[in-house]
């Protein structure tokens, strides 16, 4: 079960170039959950693949909150020293993860987030590759290692619990 105080949220390379390959539904529901991490204040790190060449995350996220950013040009961005001493010192035991490509950033993440025997979460309608199947067989390679696949309105109505969490109706705004 989620919970906002021991979740950290990885938003995984949403940057200029790449944000394209997801359609407008997935960037949406992305930014919903933006929103909603900086409502419920959840830890999240926000993830740019070789910026230079691919871009800042998009404004539409990166003008939310002042996120955490961490630059990397590994896939997973475990591999990435700064991301690792970021997340590591957070020490939360659940992992959200979003993003694109899910084939291979995103898995390759989670992957390695499993390893070290985090409880990992992708939220499937908040990720994209180019190619659907790439997307699909990622999810299944994913679920079978042990990872769990989840939609945005399934993480945030376990991080509320209740109508009565001072945050329903600001949450519940943003998926109305």
Do not use: W
């Not at 990885?10 to 940057?15: F, S």
């Not at 871009?55 to 991301?83: C, H, M, R, W």
């Not at 659907?132 to 769990?148: I, S, V």
């Amino acid at each position: 079960m989620l919970n906002t105080d021991d979740t950290t949220i990885i938003c995984i390379d949403i940057q200029e170039k790449l944000a394209k390959i997801a359609s407008g539904k997935i960037i949406q529901n992305t930014i919903k959950l933006m929103k909603a991490s900086a409502v419920l204040n959840i830890n999240t790190i926000i993830t740019e693949q070789y910026p230079k060449g691919l871009g800042e995350t998009i404004p539409e996220i990166k003008n939310i909150k002042d996120f955490l950013t961490v630059e990397k040009t590994t896939f997973s961005a475990y591999q990435t020293e700064e991301f690792k001493q970021k997340f590591d010192k957070i020490n939360n035991k659940n992992v959200l993860i979003c993003g694109i490509e899910t084939h291979i950033c995103v898995l390759q993440t989670a992957l390695d987030l499993i390893k070290k025997n985090y409880n990992v979460y992708i939220l499937s309608d908040c990720s994209a590759s180019r190619e659907e199947y790439n997307h699909n067989t990622a999810l299944e390679l994913f679920k079978n290692k042990g990872g769990n696949i989840i939609t945005l309105e399934i993480a945030l109505f376990e991080f509320l619990k209740s109508s009565k969490h001072p945050n329903f109706k600001e949450i519940q705004s943003l998926i109305k």
